[in-house]
């Protein structure tokens, strides 16, 4: 019997309309996933990983390890070579119209923070709904009211109230971030992106920026994945931390408080990765 047949059967009709969707604990899942930028050298090589909702996955990894490939995988902006990844149940491909309607719900901060200087932290975070809006509208600043209250009050929420029409370029580095961030909510995201976000960033700033995400993950129940530079701030505020290097997962932490909880490793033994962890914590 068909699946359609079967529910008909023993599923109320008023019910069906419910099973639309498809809501699975894990949110982001790859497989043996190898992806190269000439065809012949590979920056990542048999990546498998799976992250859960609602948690907060860091990858960690010396410059040109391929973090940053990673993530241009996660949101479609560059295809695997081979192996398999899904988002939300959906192959990120942005190539294909159905992933592009969905891109939405994913939240990019990249290394560049991609503000525009010259327009105020209003303008900036409105350009988060400009899926919503269109672009038309978002360059003759034609902004729906409801737009406008819902980028105050995330703009209050980043700690950036009363610079609602402060022209970019004058903030300080933490406040770009903090813009950067109420641009990417804006979005109305459950998947946060963000490459580096506290690289240059003296330690009491870069932990502002982290209590952020975190209160905006408990608030919104996002899932981030979050690339880092330093073991440490991973470490702290990551449910999971994975350690790249030359294109490869060479570790994975599983972290609960202060707590080692599992881990997985190809052939690093545990007591390198409790030197590791001890090191670094």
């Known amino acids: 019997m068909s699946l359609k047949k079967l529910l008909k059967k023993s ?21 043996d996933v190898w ?8 920056s990542l090589k048999e990546i498998t990983l799976s992250i859960e909702r609602g948690t907060n996955y860091a990858i960690v990894g010396q410059s040109g390890s391929g973090k940053s490939t990673l993530l241009k995988l996660i949101n479609g902006m560059m295809n695997p070579s081979k192996g398999q990844i899904k988002v ?29 200087k010259n327009i105020s932290v209003l303008e900036n975070v409105l350009i988060g709904a400009l899926p919503r809006i269109g672009t038309l509208n978002s360059l003759l600043k034609n902004f729906p009211e409801h737009e406008i209250e819902e980028a105050k009050k995330i703009i209050k929420l980043v700690g950036l109230n ?36 506290v690289s240059e960033l003296d330690q009491v700033t870069a932990r502002e920026i982290m209590d952020l995400v975190a209160d905006a993950q408990k608030r919104l129940n996002l899932t981030a994945v979050m690339v880092h530079h330093d073991m440490q701030l991973a ?39 409790m030197e590791l962890y001890n090191n670094e914590s």
């Not at 149940?89 to 901060?109: A, H």
């Open 11 to 31: 599923t109320p009709s008023s019910s069906i309309s419910k099973l639309s969707t498809i809501n699975t604990k894990i949110l982001i899942h790859m497989n």
């Open 35 to 42: 992806a190269s930028y000439d065809g012949k050298n590979y």
């Open 88 to 116: 939300d149940y959906q192959t990120p491909n942005m190539n294909k119209k159905q992933f592009r309607r969905e891109m939405s719900k994913i939240g990019y901060i990249p290394q560049s923070l991609g503000l525009v």
């Open 162 to 197: 009363g610079k609602e029409n402060r022209k970019t370029y004058m903030l300080s580095g933490g406040e770009k971030r903090r813009v950067a961030i109420a641009r990417a909510l804006m979005q109305k995201p459950i998947l946060l992106l963000a490459d580096e976000i």
């Open 235 to 273: 470490l702290e505020y990551a449910n999971r931390v994975a350690v790249i290097k030359e294109g490869q997962k060479i570790l994975e932490i599983g972290i609960d408080g202060d707590k080692i909880i599992d881990f997985q490793s190809g052939n690093m033994p545990q007591q390198e990765i």
